[in-house]
C-alpha cells in the first residue's frame, strides 16, 4: 500500500486507468486514514507562487518557499516545470530571499530579485540567470535602495525597474538632525516616505544603472505592476502620485520616452490608478481604477488609447471587483479575475464586450488582493491555485477553454491528512443574500451537537473562499465547525452588496452574521451555548462589533482588530482613503464625528461580557496597536477576563514563520479553552 500512495501522490497528470481503479479502492482500506490536521501542519505547507509561462510555452517558473523555523524565514527557490511532462528542475538555488523570477523575451535568460547576501539588512538587488552554460547568475544592479519592481525591454537589452530614492539629508539624519514633516501616512512613520522612481539597467551587467525619472512625485510602491513597456521599447507607461504618502492615493497615468526622459500624461483628471499595461499592439493601454471616483473599492478595468483620449470601462458588465488583467497575445482580450462566489474567477474579457468564465472548476487560482496567473501563447494560461483538500500547486490551462491541469504535487502529505469538509451557504438578511463558507470536523456527524468558531475575513473588501486554509482546518481537527461569513462589503457579490457598508459599517455587516448563525442554528447541530467570535484586521472590527450584541459568546479571538474608526481615519497608513466606507471626514462636522464614533465597535464598550484575547503588532501601520490598548482596557475595566498579547514587529499581522506559528498557537489555544473541557461533541 504505501507503493501505491507514492504512485498517487507523484502524479501530477491524469492517472491511468490502472492507478485511477486502484484509487477508487482506498476508501475500503482503514489502515490507510490519516491523522487529522494540527497547527505544526501548517508550517509544513509549502507555498508555490508567481507563476511564468515561457515565451515558447513549454515551461513554466514558480517561486517554492517553504518555512524554517530555526532561521525564521522563508526558503525560497525558483523551480523551472515542463509543461509536458510535470518533470522539474531547480533553476535558482542557496538564494532563499529569491522571487519575481521573469523570462526574457527570447527565453534564454530568467532575472530574478534576491539579496546579494545572506544578512536581513541587505537590500534587494536584480540577478539575471542564462540558460547557456553552468553560469552562475549575474548581480546587474548595485543601488543604495531595494529594487522593487522590474520588466524586461521587448528586445531583451535593458531591465526597467523601480526603487526608492535614498533619504536626501541621510548625513544629516545621522547627526541627530531627523525631523521629518508629517503628511497623509501612518502613525507608524519615524522618518519622511520617500519616493520610488523608475530606472533602466543593461540586462548584460555591462553598464551601470541609468536613472529614468526623479522628484517628490512616486509611482505607488504598493503596486504589483506599477509601469510596463511599450511594444516598440520606445516608452514606458506608469501610475504617478503626487507624494509618497500611502495615504495619497490619487494617480495619473503617465508615458516617459525611454531616450529623452520626457513625460505626458495619458489620463483625466487625478484617481486612483494602478496595473497599467500596453495592449501588444500598442494602441491602447489598460489599469485598474475603482468604478466610483474618490473610492477605492469595486475595482474594474479600464482602458484608453495610448495615444490620449476618453477612457471606456471594459469590464463593468462583469460586476465584480477585478483584481487582475493580462492582455492576451492577440490583444482582442484581457483575462481578468477576482473573487466570484465561493471563489476566484478568471473571464476572457474581449474588447468587443463579450466575455465568458473559465471552466475552473474546484480549483480557486491564489492571490490576496490579487489573482496569480500567467498568460501564454496562443492564451495557454498558468496559475497557482489551491482546491478545499489541497494547498496551491501549479496549474495549467492549455486555451482559455480547457480545464485546469495540475503540474506538482508539493502539498502532497498535507492532502493526504484527513480534512474537514468544505461547502458553501447562502441566506436572506434584510434585502440581500449573503454566502459564507462551512468547514466541518473530519468525523462531522449532524445528529451531534458542536460549538461554532466564526472566523471572520479582513478588508473588508474582500472575502472568504473553498480553498484551502490552514487556520480553519486546524480549528475544524479540535471538533469545531468553522463558519467564515461574507457580510455585506465583501467583493465577491457584486458591486451593490459591496457597496452596501457604505456609512453602516457595523450594524449592517452585524445584522448579516447574526442571519447566517441564525440560519445554522436550524440545521440543529449548533451548540448554542459554545459559539465563538473571531478575525483579524477587519475580520476583528466584526468581532468587536458582535461581542456588542445582547446573545452571549462563549468567547472571542481579535487580531489587529479595529476598534475605533478615528484612529483608523488619523492613525492608519490608509488614513483618509478610509472615508470610503465610514463617510466624509469626522472633522467636517458633528454630524460626521458622530456618525464615526457611533459605528466604532468601541461605542458598544459598555456592553461587552465576552472573554477576549488581543492579538497585536506594535508597528502595525494599517491598524494602529492604540485600538488594541483600548480594547483592552475597556474590557480590563469591565472586569471581563481578557488577555492582550503583543509582536515587537512593524507589520499588519506576522508573516515570518515563528510569529505566525505562535500567532495561530494563541488564536486555537484561546479557543480551546472556553469549548472545551469536553473533547468530543455532545449527543443531541
Known amino acids: 500500500m504505501n507503493m501505491l500512495l507514492l504512485l498517487l501522490r507523484t502524479a501530477a497528470r491524469p492517472l491511468p486507468r490502472l492507478a485511477l481503479a486502484l484509487a477508487l479502492l482506498l476508501p475500503a482500506y482503514p489502515s490507510l486514514a490519516q491523522r487529522r490536521f494540527e497547527l505544526a501542519d501548517i508550517g509544513k505547507v509549502v507555498s508555490v507562487t508567481d507563476p511564468q509561462l515561457s515565451p515558447d510555452g513549454n515551461s513554466i517558473l514558480v517561486v517554492v518557499s517553504r518555512p524554517n523555523l530555526g532561521t525564521n524565514r522563508h526558503e525560497a527557490e525558483i523551480v523551472l516545470v515542463d509543461v509536458a511532462s510535470g518533470r522539474q528542475r531547480v ?117 551601470p544603472a541609468r536613472r529614468l525619472t526623479s522628484g517628490p512625485w512616486s509611482l505607488p510602491n504598493d503596486s504589483s505592476e506599477p509601469f510596463d513597456w511599450a511594444p516598440d521599447g ?125 471552466p475552473l472548476g474546484a480549483v480557486s487560482p491564489n492571490g490576496s488582493y490579487w489573482v496569480e496567473m500567467s498568460v501564454g501563447r496562443r492564451n495557454s494560461m498558468a496559475l497557482t491555485a489551491s482546491e478545499p483538500g489541497r494547498p496551491a500547486e501549479l496549474y495549467y490551462l492549455a486555451s482559455p477553454k480547457s480545464a485546469p491541469r495540475r503540474l506538482t504535487d508539493f502539498n502532497h502529505e498535507t492532502a493526504a491528512l484527513a480534512l474537514g469538509r468544505m461547502e458553501t451557504v447562502d441566506w436572506t438578511s434584510d434585502n440581500l443574500r449573503p ?76 445584522r448579516d452574521v447574526l442571519a447566517g448563525i441564525a440560519m445554522l442554528e436550524r440545521r440543529g447541530w449548533v451548540d448554542t451555548s459554545r459559539i465563538a467570535l473571531s478575525g483579524a484586521s477587519y475580520g476583528g472590527f466584526m468581532t468587536a462589533w458582535l461581542m456588542g450584541e445582547p446573545r452571549r459568546w462563549r468567547c472571542a479571538v481579535a487580531g489587529a482588530a479595529v476598534v475605533d474608526l478615528l484612529d483608523s481615519y488619523n492613525l492608519s497608513d490608509n488614513n483618509a482613503a478610509n472615508a470610503v466606507h465610514y463617510g466624509p471626514s469626522p472633522w467636517l462636522s458633528a454630524e460626521n464625528l458622530a456618525r464615526y464614533r457611533v459605528q466604532s465597535p468601541i461605542s458598544r464598550a459598555t456592553r461587552w461580557r465576552t472573554p477576549t484575547l488581543i492579538l497585536h503588532n506594535v508597528g502595525d501601520y494599517r491598524v494602529p496597536i492604540a485600538n488594541a490598548y483600548k480594547f483592552y482596557h475597556a474590557l480590563k475595566d469591565n472586569h471581563v477576563p481578557v488577555r492582550f498579547v503583543a509582536f515587537p514587529i512593524a507589520a499588519h499581522v506576522p508573516g515570518d514563520p515563528v510569529r505566525s506559528a505562535e500567532w495561530n498557537r494563541l488564536w486555537l489555544e484561546w479557543l480551546d479553552e472556553y469549548l472545551r473541557p469536553d473533547t468530543a461533541p455532545t449527543a443531541k
Open 91 to 207: 533553476l535558482v538555488a542557496g538564494r532563499p530571499t529569491a522571487k519575481q523570477p521573469r523570462w526574457s523575451p527570447t527565453g534564454n535568460r530568467v532575472a530574478f530579485l534576491a539579496r546579494p547576501g545572506m544578512g536581513q539588512d541587505a537590500h534587494t538587488q536584480l540577478f539575471v540567470q542564462s540558460f547557456a552554460g553552468a553560469a552562475e547568475a549575474r548581480q546587474i544592479t548595485n543601488g543604495p535602495t531595494s529594487v522593487q519592481h522590474f520588466r524586461w525591454s521587448p528586445d531583451g537589452a535593458t531591465l526597467a525597474y523601480t526603487a526608492a530614492d535614498e533619504p536626501a539629508n541621510q548625513a544629516e539624519t545621522e547627526r541627530g538632525n531627523d525631523r521629518f514633516e508629517v503628511g497623509d501616512g501612518s502613525a507608524t512613520l519615524t522618518a519622511a516616505p520617500v519616493p520610488d522612481h523608475l530606472w533602466l539597467a543593461d540586462a548584460a551587467g555591462a553598464q
Open 234 to 358: 520606445r516608452t514606458l507607461v506608469f501610475t504617478r502620485r503626487a507624494t509618497p504618502q500611502t495615504g495619497d492615493l490619487n494617480s495619473t497615468l503617465c508615458t516617459v520616452n525611454v531616450a529623452t526622459g520626457a513625460m505626458r500624461e495619458v489620463s483625466g483628471p487625478p484617481r486612483q490608478i494602478e496595473l497599467p499595461a500596453f495592449s501588444p499592439d500598442g494602441r491602447w493601454i489598460s489599469y485598474q481604477t475603482p468604478r466610483d471616483t474618490g473610492s477605492f473599492e469595486a475595482l474594474e478595468f479600464q482602458l484608453i488609447p495610448a495615444g490620449g483620449g476618453p477612457a471606456r470601462a471594459l469590464t463593468r458588465t462583469l460586476d465584480r471587483n477585478l483584481q487582475r488583467a493580462l492582455w492576451s497575445p492577440d490583444g482582442k482580450s484581457l483575462l481578468v479575475g477576482g473573487n466570484d462566489g465561493a471563489g476566484v474567477s478568471i473571464w476572457q474579457q474581449e474588447l468587443t464586450g463579450r466575455s465568458r468564465k473559465l
Open 435 to 510: 454566502n459564507g463558507i462551512l468547514t466541518y470536523p473530519p468525523d462531522f456527524d449532524p445528529a451531534k451537537k458542536y460549538p461554532l468558531v466564526l472566523m471572520m475575513h479582513g478588508g473588508p473588501s474582500n472575502s472568504s473562499r473553498v480553498a484551502f486554509y490552514g487556520l480553519g482546518q486546524a480549528v475544524a481537527a479540535h471538533g469545531y465547525v468553522v463558519f467564515q461569513p461574507n457580510y455585506r462589503g465583501s467583493d465577491n457579490l457584486g458591486y451593490a452588496f459591496q457597496r452596501a457598508i457604505r456609512g453602516d459599517a457595523g450594524a449592517g455587516p452585524g
